[in-house]
């Protein structure tokens, strides 16, 4: 009787910590990936993989987007900004969803926080194809 106590307490716990593990990890993962980012970026000058680019000689909607997280990885915020202008506003997206995913689990009320997810994609991709749009007009997409 006492094992089976004991079995069910390790079971609980396990299902409270395990989320906040996820949680923590998934930061972590994310902050050194970011800071790997930024050194390879800085690193290397190599040559960006954009399949489209290649085939058309045409930037897409995200190209730059990768050179300008990891100059954000760096402090350097204008250069981010003018490499790629929704840069900044989809790193600050990442970490206030990570910030928002703690904070569901803080409260384990039971509200789930991913409803949202789908119209945040969707929205992004709206604003990334408006972006390239008024960036191929204006002649200020990244040199190919």
Known sequence: MNASLDAAAMRATRARVAPWLAWSLAGLAGGLAWSALG?????????????????????????????????????????????????????????AAWALWGVALARADGRRLDRWLPHAVALNLGVLMLLWLVRLATATLPPV
């Open 39 to 95: 050194a390879w970026a800085h690193a290397t000058d190599a040559e960006p993989v954009c399949l489209l680019r290649r085939v058309t000689h045409l930037a897409c909607p995200t190209c730059g987007m990768t050179r300008a997280m990891a100059l954000l990885a760096h402090g350097e915020w204008r250069a981010a900004f003018a490499l790629h202008p929704w840069a900044p506003a989809l790193a600050a997206q990442i970490v």
